[in-house]
Structures are given as structure tokens and as C-alpha cells.
């Protein structure tokens, strides 16, 4: 009994060793973990589009100049039915070099914003935007992207990429200044080039019914015209009023000879104000204005007051619907064109000119729009007879050409197998709105 006692005793005594030593480990394990450890947090995505943007330029600029200078031609021209296999290997080869630059535009492009951070000020004095030529160049390489996937058979992905190259040109679209927006015009061009043959390719319909679906939900807001030409309005009235603020003792002398495009010498600032005096009298600013202080701020002044009198009235012409708004932008050019001095913003604020440069994209708009349309229309009989056929796609009411009102052009090819959607070149005043057109054939009749 006694040795049986001192058993269980003993077993007893090490059970609660045990137990303790357990728990001495569970303690210090739970100090080590519970003990706070310094670290550096995870970096969250910039929700600033313009910010993957330039890391995607920057990752361009690195590729070889020979391979993306295929970047300079139009979509349309890089990729044809009568593109060789050596041409298609070499854009296969930029598409891979320029990998890094596509993921990070199309994690821009998902942004909902993108502000290239323009310094207004700096702007006063140069008027050079080096991202613009980029953008055009990275849309183009991101459709491009978008072709090679639609060539594996992998058309949802080919769609949401040809959407991305729409938000980039959208961004553009949406920033401070007219050279900004026409660089967006462009992009968005590009990616209306590739979605229209996408549609019309795409053997899964129901894919194609949702893409028209989607941009017909952001098709409103794509450009905005009047606001981008009341911004560039202000953005001349700075300009204008910091050249003012340069005189006589600040940089007015650079600032003027810039905006005639003329050479900066390398010479003494006596020196760079004869250059920059002697340039402005031959665009028809007289000596005098350069005489004093009170002489540079009046005529100035008088400029100032001309300029904001015309950007208001031409951004007056652009809520007008074509071919009005072309009309009203010629006559607001009439007006004034006597009073402007010619430097390198005059040939860009044409009034007319931005009005038909809108309104072809709108023509444009509306041919890949009606080319959705029709695409998701196409049965086992091919593609219908007439545009009757998908007006209740647009409300019962058929996109008309933006030129004129006139109806579109459709007509059924091979035997409907393919279609043609196209508008109509048209003269409106002295500009001359150009012929567009969109023709889809069986991949074996190309």
C-alpha cells in the first residue's frame, strides 16, 4: 500500500512538471508572438491613373527605337489582312519587350482619374506636353496587345483590353488643355478602330451584345469639347497676364520668343530682348508696346480682352450641333483674325477647326457603335438587310452622320456575310469633314 502510495505520488509530481514546463513553453511562445515587430506597410496601388502612365512611358522609352517605331503609323496601317508573317514576328517581339509598359498603362487605365500634375505656372512658360505623342503611342501598343490576344481566340480579354485603351483616351480627353484632348481624340480612335473588328469577328454574340452595352454607359462623356476649350480659354488668360507680370524685368523676352517658335540665342538678356522685340514686330506687334511699362500693359490689355471675347464666343459655337458649330466657329474667326497675333496657339485655336475635329468623332463614334450593332444582330442568315433591323439597339432611332443628319450608309456584302457602314465626305463652309468608313468581310474572302 505504501510503495503503491508512493507511485502515484511520484507519477503525480511529474505530471505536474510536466504540465508546468508546458505551460513555462506556451508563455514564452505566446511572449514571441505577441511581441511587436517594427515593419514598413504594404504600398497600396496609386489611384492616380496619370502615375502608372508615366512609369508605362518610361518603360517604353527603354524598348528599342527601331521596334516601337512602328508606334508612328495608324492602327489601321500596322496591322492589315496583307501584313506578312516576318512583320507579325517583329510586332510580337515588341509586344514582349514592351510587356512592363503594357501592365502598367492598363493599371492606369483602371483608375478612375488620371492628373498629369500640369504646373499652370510652368506652362506660362513652355508650352510643351511630352507625355501627349506617349499616350497616342502607348494606346496604340496596348491595342496592339489587345489584336494578339483576339488572335488566340481569347475575345473577352480582347475586349476588356480595347475598353482599357478607351479609358486611357477618355483620361486624355479630360484634362486641362486643347493639345491634350486632340491626343485623346486620337487614342479614342484607336480603340474604336479595334472594338468595331472585334465586334464583327467575335463568334460569341451575347459578348458582343454587352461591349455594346457598356460603351453605350460611358459614351456620354467621353469628350467634352466646351469645357476643355473654356479651360484652355483661362490657361490663355494666365499666360497672358504672367507675360505681363515678366515685363520688363522678368522672362518675357524667352516667353515671347517661344510662342513664335522662334531660336532662343545664346546671349546676354540685352541681347535676348532685341531677339525677342525684333520677332514680335514681324507678327505685326508694334515697336511701341515695347517702349515702357504703361505701353506693354495697354496693348497687352487690349490682346487679353480680344482673346477672351473670342474663346468665349467659340466655346459658345461648340453646344451648337454640326455642321452649326463649324459655321459659328468661322464666323467667330472672321471676327477676330485681324486682331490675333499669329504665334504657335493660333494655328491650334481655330475655332472651326476644333469644331469639325469633334464632330468627326462623333462620326466616328457612331459607325463603331452601328458596326456593334449589326455585329450582334448576325444570325445563321448572316447579317440583316437593313438598319431597321437593330433600331431598337438605339431606341427606335438609328444613329444618323454628325456631319449633316443624314442617314448612314449600309450596305450587305457577300451574300451577308459581310457589311459596309460608312458617312459621307461633306464640305461645311471651308472645312472639308472626310469620308469614313467601315467594311467587314469573311476572314477567307480578305
Same mark, same amino acid.
Given at each position: 500500500?505504501? *510503495? ?21 513553453? =506556451? ?12 515593419? /514598413? ?34 492602327? !489601321? ?17 515588341? /509586344? ?10 492598363? =493599371? ?76 485623346? =481624340? ?11 473588328? !472585334? ?18 454607359? *460611358? ?32 522672362? !518675357? #523676352? ?30 505685326? %506687334? ?17 490682346? /487679353? ?12 459655337? /461648340?453646344?451648337? #450641333? ?8 468661322? #464666323? %467667330? ?22 469644331? *469639325? ?65 460608312? =458617312?459621307?465626305? %461633306?464640305?461645311?463652309? *471651308? ?16
Amino acid at each position: 500500500m505504501h *510503495s503503491t502510495c508512493n507511485h502515484y505520488t511520484t507519477q503525480r509530481r511529474l505530471a505536474n512538471l510536466a504540465l508546468a514546463l508546458l505551460l513555462t513553453c =506556451v508563455t514564452c511562445c505566446g511572449s514571441a508572438i505577441a511581441r511587436e515587430r517594427l515593419s /514598413l506597410p504594404m504600398p497600396r496601388t496609386a489611384i492616380n491613373g496619370a502615375i502608372h502612365y508615366q512609369r508605362a512611358i518610361l518603360f517604353l522609352s527603354a524598348v528599342d527605337p527601331e521596334k516601337r517605331a512602328v508606334l508612328q503609323k495608324p492602327i !489601321w496601317e500596322i496591322v492589315t489582312p496583307n501584313t506578312s508573317k516576318e512583320e507579325l514576328a517583329e510586332l510580337n517581339e515588341l /509586344l514582349i519587350e514592351s510587356r512592363h509598359a503594357i501592365r502598367s498603362a492598363l =493599371v492606369g487605365a483602371n483608375q478612375s482619374v488620371a492628373d498629369f500634375g500640369l504646373d499652370i505656372r510652368q506652362y506660362m512658360v513652355s508650352a510643351l506636353l511630352p507625355h501627349n505623342q506617349s499616350m497616342v503611342d502607348m494606346a496604340k501598343l496596348v491595342t496592339l496587345h489587345g489584336m494578339h490576344r483576339e488572335s488566340e481566340g481569347r475575345w473577352k480579354e480582347a475586349a476588356e483590353i480595347y475598353f482599357a485603351t478607351l479609358r486611357m483616351g477618355r483620361h486624355m480627353t479630360h484634362q486641362t488643355t486643347l493639345a491634350e484632348a486632340f491626343a485623346g =481624340v486620337e487614342m479614342l480612335e484607336t480603340a474604336y478602330f479595334a472594338l468595331g473588328y !472585334w465586334a464583327a469577328d467575335c463568334p460569341d454574340k451575347q459578348l458582343v451584345e454587352d461591349a455594346f452595352d457598356m460603351l453605350a454607359a *460611358s459614351a456620354h462623356d467621353l469628350v467634352q469639347p466646351t469645357r476643355t476649350l473654356q479651360s484652355e480659354a483661362n490657361i490663355i488668360k494666365m499666360r497672358l497676364e504672367t507675360l505681363e507680370g515678366a515685363f520688363p524685368d522678368g522672362p !518675357w #523676352a524667352e516667353m515671347v520668343l517661344e510662342a513664335f517658335k522662334a531660336d532662343i540665342p545664346m546671349a546676354g538678356p540685352a541681347e535676348l530682348r532685341k531677339a525677342a522685340i525684333k520677332v514680335a514686330v514681324e507678327h505685326g %506687334v508694334p515697336k511701341g508696346a515695347f517702349k515702357n511699362k504703361e505701353a506693354f500693359l495697354e496693348y497687352m490689355d487690349g490682346k /487679353l480682352s480680344v482673346y477672351l471675347d473670342m474663346a468665349n464666343e467659340s466655346a459658345l459655337c /461648340l453646344t451648337h #450641333a454640326s455642321p452649326d458649330s463649324i459655321l459659328c466657329g468661322e #464666323a %467667330v474667326t472672321k471676327k477676330y483674325q485681324d486682331e490675333l497675333i499669329e504665334t504657335q496657339n493660333t494655328s491650334v485655336w481655330k475655332p472651326a477647326s476644333i469644331a *469639325s475635329l469633334f464632330v468627326v468623332h462623333e462620326a466616328e463614334l457612331a459607325i463603331m457603335r452601328t458596326c456593334m450593332a449589326v455585329s450582334a444582330a448576325q444570325s445563321a442568315d448572316g447579317y440583316p438587310a437593313s438598319l431597321d433591323a437593330v433600331a431598337g439597339k438605339f431606341g427606335g432611332q438609328l444613329p444618323t452622320s454628325p456631319y449633316d443628319g443624314s442617314a448612314l450608309d449600309y450596305e450587305v456584302l457577300e451574300d451577308g456575310k459581310g457589311f459596309s457602314i460608312s =458617312v459621307s465626305a %461633306v464640305k461645311v463652309g *471651308s472645312v472639308e469633314l472626310p469620308a469614313i468608313n467601315f467594311v467587314h468581310v469573311p476572314r477567307e474572302s480578305k
